[in-house]
C-alpha cells in the first residue's frame, strides 16, 4: 500500500481518503488510467485510489489475491464504491508432464473376431471402414477389439503427449475483476 499509494503511512480511513496531492495516491492525474492491477496484501486499501485514478465509465480494476477472506473483502468495497461487473476467478496451479511418446500405428490386418466359445464370428457385410484420425485412438481401439497384431509390417510414430500430475501442489488464489462505476 505505501509503494502503490504514495503514502508512508497505512491509511486509516479507506472509504474517503484518497491521497495528500490530490491525485489519487496513484501520482497520476485523476480519472486518467484505462486499467489498474492490484497485487497487494490489502488491496481494499488501495481500491479508493483506484477509483479516483481510473477512467469513469471504462476504467478496469483487477486484484490478485492468495485467501478467500482478502477477495471478500475487496469485492465489499467495490459493491460500496458502485464498482460494476465485479468478477472473481480461482486461479490454481496444475503442472502437466510433457513428453514424446512413441507409438505403433495399428496394423492393417486382423485377427478373426471369437464369440464366447471360441467360435470365429463371420465379418459384418457392411464393408464401411472409418479410419481413426488419431494413431492413439486407432492403437487403443485394435487392442481393446483384440485385433492388435504387432508384426514387422507396424510403424511408429513420434508424438507429443500431455498429462497432469496426479497431485496439484501449491495453493489457490483469487483474480477480481470490475469496472469502473458508471458517472451521466
Known amino acids: 500500500h505505501r509503494d502503490v499509494c504514495g503514502k508512508t503511512t497505512t491509511t486509516t480511513n479507506t472509504d474517503t481518503d484518497t491521497g495528500d496531492d490530490g491525485t489519487g495516491g496513484f501520482q497520476l492525474p485523476p ?38 477472506e482478502q477477495t471478500q473483502r475487496t469485492v465489499a468495497l467495490l459493491r460500496k464504491l458502485k464498482f460494476h461487473s465485479i468478477r472473481v476467478l480461482e486461479a490454481r496451479l496444475k503442472e502437466y508432464y510433457v513428453d514424446d511418446v512413441v507409438l505403433e500405428d495399428a496394423p492393417g490386418n486382423k485377427l478373426p473376431k471369437l464369440d464366447r466359445t471360441g467360435v470365429t464370428v463371420p ?57 469502473a462505476p458508471l458517472q451521466l
Open 31 to 68: 480519472q486518467s488510467v484505462d486499467a489498474i492491477f492490484l497485487d497487494l496484501p490489502e488491496p481494499w486499501e488501495a481500491v479508493p485510489h483506484a477509483t479516483t485514478t481510473l477512467k469513469p465509465n471504462i476504467g478496469k480494476l483487477g486484484c490478485y489475491s492468495p485467501c478467500l
Open 123 to 179: 465379418p459384418p457385410t457392411d464393408t464401411k471402414v472409418v479410419a481413426a484420425v488419431d494413431p492413439c485412438v486407432a492403437l487403443f481401439n485394435s487392442v481393446m477389439n483384440n485385433e492388435y497384431i504387432p508384426t514387422s509390417t507396424t510403424t511408429t510414430k513420434r508424438k507429443l503427449c500431455a498429462r497432469p500430475f496426479a497431485t496439484m501442489r501449491g495453493h489457490t488464489a483469487f483474480l477480481t475483476f470490475a469496472s
